[in-house]
Structures are given as C-alpha cells and as structure tokens.
C-alpha cells in the first residue's frame, strides 16, 4: 500500500499545519518525521537529522501526541507524564518537576491527581499534549489535537498550541482534516492528498485561495455562469449555487452587476471559506487558476 | 512578579503564570531509559506503585513459595533430616504457584500498555523498537528470580543455622549452587514464555486465561502420556522417559536432570535423552523470544 508517494517539502521554524482528508497520509508523514517508519524510497531530515539513521536523537528532541487514545484510565496524569518524562531521558526529580510543569502548561491543576479514567475528552487531549510537552522538546508533532473535542474545546486547544508554538518558542507540525480550524494558528500550511502534495505555502497565500463566493440564483444559473465567464471570472458548479473566486474587492460588484443585469432572482450570495475537500477536488485546476488570475 | 495591585484578599488563589521555562538540566541516554522502564515494570510485577488489589496475588505466592523453607528449618531444628532439596525444591507447589504468578503478572507488565494503546508514547521516544520488550523481560525475569531464589536463600539460611563446622557449610553451600542455577533456568525460559504469550492480548482477562491453560495443559499433558507410557509395562521406558518434552516444567526438570540433579523429580531419569531436555529447552527459549521480539516489531505506531 502507497500511504506516501513523491512527496518533497520543505518546513521552516513556526507552527506548521498539515492538512488533508482522512487518510491522505498526515499520519504516514508524522511516523516517518519520527522515524518511525523507514520510507521505501527517498529521505527526510528532522532538525538537521536524517529520520533514517538518527531516529533515535530525532525522538530525543520531538514530542509526539498520537491521534488515537492512548492513556491508561487506571493511573493519575501525574504518575503518567512523570514516568513518560522518565522515558524521554530525564533524571527522577527533573522528570517530576517537568510533569508538574507541563501539565500546569496545559491547564491541568488539581485534576492531575485524579485517576486519568475519569477525565473527559478534552483533560485527555490536554494529558496527552502534556507528555508530549514533557521532555522539553525543540519541535512537536500534534496528530489532530483536536478529534473528538466540542467547539469550546476545539478552541481552547488551538489557542494552547498557539501559545506553544509563540510564546514556548517551540516549533510545531500540527495535523487536521478541517482547515478552517488550524488556519487560525498556523504560519505556513501543507496540503496533501492521496500522499500527495497538493500546496505548500505561508498561511496568507492559502487564505486567499480558500476565500470563495457563492452565488445561487432560483433560475437561470447556465446563464449567470456564462454572463460571469464573460465577465472574466471563472465560475464553477457547486450543486444548484456557482462559486467564484474571490480576486478582490472588485469581485463582489462584478457578480452583484452580473445577477442585476440579467435580472435573475437572487437566491443567496454568501462568502465562503472553501472546505479543504474541495481544495483537493479541484486543487490542481484551482492552482492555474491563481496563476492566470496573477498574469492578468 | 512583585506588581501586585489589587487588595491580597481578591488574589488568593491565582496561580501566577511564571512562563514557560526550558529543561536545561542533563538528559540521560537510551540505557539509562530502559533501565528507568526495567525498574517501573519491576515494582509492577509485585504491584508496587499500584493500588492494594495489584499485590494481593504477588504476596500471596512469594509467601506460599517460602512455606516449604521455614517448614524444613522448623523440621531440621526438631531433629529430622533436610526434607526439602535445593535443586527440586517442592516440584508440585513451585509449578503451581509459578504458573499463577506469571499467569497473573505478565500481563500486567505488557498487556495493559497494548489495551491502552500507550506503545506509540514508547517508541516515539529515544528507545529503539525492542528496547521496550528487552526491558519488561528483564524485569520479569528478576520478579521470577525473585520468587524462585528466595526461598532456596532461606531454606538454605535454616540449614546452616542448624548444622555445625565448616564441612557441613561447604557441603550446604555446594548443593545451593545448583539449586540457584535451576531456579535461573526456570526464570529464563518461564518469564519469556509468559511475556510472550501475554503480548498477544491487550486484554488481561485473554493474557492470563491463554498462559494457564497453556501452562496447565501441557504440564497435565506431560503427566498423562507418561502415566499411559508406564502401563504398558515399559517401566521407565522411552516413551516415560520422553513425555516430559511436552510442557516447560518437566523440560525443565529433564534439563536439571540431564545436567546431573540427583534428587527424584516428576519424570523418571531421562538418561540418554537427557540432550533432548536440553535441545527442548532452547527451543522453547528461542519459540517464546523470538514471539516477542516478533510482536513488537510489528506492533503499529498506531
């Protein structure tokens, strides 16, 4: 099975996001940063270090936080990230003095002498960024920090990362399936899909990209999307609704003059964030898009 | 942090954000780390560190393992002869208490890391894949060593506090030496196959139920065919002699016998097929090593 295929990127300091649908290979990418698993061809190097031979020293410096549960209910989160602050190489002392840190860091005080089995899934998610936390790592891995969470808690996590990544001065690679929601938080952002590169760009060059607007019209949609062609956008079908690129200001008024002119009955026109799906659907096509809409 | 403002009573109970703060202090290398590991899994194979439900069945078999020790000393102080050889032991007791001991225990030092799914935290630190299993079968070995040698120590401690002169101690001593390297043997190859049976269920209920019956199947299989054996009025006949090969504890008992232990054990004198005993013996050792070093080389990040 093919999880990664030719996929070449290069990743500066800062919070990094990777996006891509469920099984387009995010985890793949992060267990072979780690060295986890050895790539059938090619190569990747972790903080100046080859994931091949040096896996080891890699794993020294990362915090890696799972995607899945991975917590034991029958032990308190202090007695956990201690003895895992243990196994990423720190003395006894330190490594009870790192945990207590750590988990104060991610917002976990009395509670951490609970047993971890009666934690909701938000003190679980916030356990499991602690022991990655632990070890004073120079780069974190986060597989979807924020799967299974409320939107409260999304964002809770997501402002913790950001604080991690900015104030910690700790890098971070950070892996969703929602790239409206680690958007928010990230500095350069790669996309992938089907273990393949689909964008890899700072964070503003993507914004402007997913920004779309949608227009529907109760009838003559053929029409509108011809009239808006002509008018030098390139609209494109999105069920009943026509979706176009927002190039700028000037977009609005061309498709408000567009409707007003043929005199359609105007349904809905709304901005809109494009879903990461679609990015994928039409990412290569979307690409020569932007890049006509720069000649132009 | 000396700006405070408001009036102190409004304040307590803040926690001050101090910030985040660096490790700057040393970090240990990789077999530092699995000796840390060998030591956590260590103090959980007598259930230290957990709560007092996870030591009942570790005490219980340590002190059921030492009865035959002090009953010998109390015997030999009232005038009787050593009852209780160094190199058998009690045959029937240590099986049995052996077989509870790693029935209940293994899992508990691999299982419940595959339940709860914690490995991934594992390797994604600076251990190598087998430097996990490496470090539970040591420490399983030792809590093995433990329940095995202990009470040789002592009944060996009650024999010389009772017998007089030099002679008589050396003579002592000499017997114990044997005795220690049989309870080696037996925690050698019965903390691998029980590590190695118990890694192949996250579940403790399966982990234990798969060890005992393996245990107690083989042991009672062992038991049966030299019972049939000897009815067909062979005697201690090749096929006696060779159903022990069936289970660890008669190979156990071959492999003691083949390499000279005088005291009368379950199977008759395996004589010239004492060199299978030890043949079975490796092979079960390499079966049950290479099980483990298999599963967790496979064993998913994920």
Known sequence: ?296 | MSTQSGPPATRTGVIHDIGYRHYQGPRLGRAAIIRALGWHSLRSAFGIGRGAKAKIIPVIAFAIMCVPAVVNTVGVAGGGAQSVHYDTYVFQLRVLVMIIFVAAQAPELVSRDLRSHVLPLYFSRPLRRLDYPAAKLGAFLLACLALLEIPLLLLYLGEIGQVGGGAAIWAQTRALIPGLLVGLAWAVLLASIGLALASLSGRRAYATGSIAICFFLSWALAGLLRGVTSQNGLGAGAGARLSGLVSPFTVLDGLRQWLGGTSPGPLPRPGDFGVLYGIMFLLMLAAALGGLAARYRKAGIS
């Open chain 1, 1 to 296: 099975m093919t999880a990664l295929d030719q996929l070449t990127v290069r990743v500066g300091p800062g919070i990094t996001g990777l996006v891509g649908a469920n099984g387009a290979g995010k985890s793949t990418l992060i267990k072979i940063l780690l060295g986890l698993l050895t790539p059938t061809s090619g190569r990747a190097a972790v903080l100046g270090l080859n994931s091949d031979r040096d896996g080891e020293r890699i794993r020294a410096g990362c915090g890696y936080m799972p995607e899945h549960d991975c917590l034991p209910p029958d032990v308190t989160a202090t007695e956990f990230v201690t003895h895992l602050g243990r196994m990423s190489g720190l003395p006894p002392t330190a490594a009870k003095e790192r945990a207590a840190e750590s988990l104060r860091h991610v917002g976990l005080y009395e509670e951490r002498y609970r047993q971890i089995g009666t934690y909701s899934t938000g003190m679980k998610q916030r356990v499991k960024l602690a022991q990655a936390l632990v070890g004073d790592p120079q780069l974190l891995l986060l597989d979807e920090p924020t799967i299974g969470l409320d939107p409260a808690g999304r964002a809770a996590m997501l402002d913790l990362v950001s604080r991690i990544g900015a104030e910690f001065g700790i890098s971070i690679l950070v892996s969703s399936h929602l790239l409206g929601e680690i958007e928010q938080i990230c500095d350069h952002l790669l996309a992938i899909d089907g273990g393949r590169l689909l964008r890899s760009d700072s964070m503003a060059s993507f914004t402007q990209v997913s920004q779309v607007l949608l227009v529907e019209v109760d009838e003559g949609t053929a029409l509108l999307e011809a009239e808006l062609a002509a008018r030098g956008l390139r609209p494109w079908r999105d069920e009943r609704a026509l979706l176009v690129q927002i190039g700028s200001g000037e977009t609005y008024d061309l498709v408000r003059d567009a409707v007003a002119d043929l005199d359609l009955p105007l349904n809905r026109l709304e901005q809109r964030r494009r879903r990461v799906e679609e990015l994928f659907r039409d990412g290569a096509d979307q690409e020569d898009r932007v890049e006509q809409e720069g000649e132009a």
